[in-house]
């Protein structure tokens, strides 16, 4: 019997580097790229461009630190991650792929997601697509071995949206 596998398991530099939340207007060494917040009551979904969020929303909400769960910014090379802890301080970590300078390499498998309704609908026109194609999202989940040994998952992060795969 011969069986394909489901993932490809592959190896590239990757570093990471805990950082300061900085607010909505922070910028980011993003020249283009996407975000997604995730707030208690909305998900925004931005477009990113010279490093400054755009956020594609037809509500007249805001995005609220005070309602922040988590957010990430990200391109085909990095992700900036910001979730708030049980405390209610906000925590942030850039991951940085193939980045200049010292970087462990590490195995990572990619993976797509089929996104539907609260995040997919703002993104068709972004995109240059139209409602009814699939867009998925691509991320990124990096393999290593926790405290006692056991191999795993240990991050994650997206990286780019698809469209129709399938």
Do not use: C
């Not at 900036?80 to 970087?103: C, H, L, N």
């Not at 699939?134 to 990286?159: A, E, P």
């Amino acid at each position: 019997m011969n069986l394909n596998p489901i993932y490809r398991i592959q190896t590239k530099a990757s570093a990471t580097e805990q950082i300061a939340w900085g607010g909505f207007e922070q910028k980011y060494d993003i020249e283009d790229g996407y975000a997604i917040l995730w707030e208690h009551h909305h998900i925004f979904v931005g477009v990113v461009k010279g490093g400054v969020i755009s956020w594609i929303d037809e509500s007249a909400l805001v995005p609220d630190s005070k309602h922040l769960l988590e957010l990430r910014v990200f391109d085909k090379s990095k992700e900036y991650f910001f979730w708030k802890t049980p405390s209610g301080s906000i925590q942030g970590r850039k991951r940085q792929d193939d980045p200049v300078g010292e970087a462990d390499a590490v195995e990572f498998v990619d993976t797509e997601m089929l996104l539907r309704a609260v995040v997919a609908k703002p993104l068709y026109e972004v995109l240059g697509t139209v409602q009814g194609e699939n867009i998925f999202l691509k991320t990124r989940n990096y393999i290593g071995q926790n405290d006692i040994g056991q191999v795993g998952y240990v991050d994650s992060r997206m990286v780019n949206f698809l469209i129709d795969l399938v």
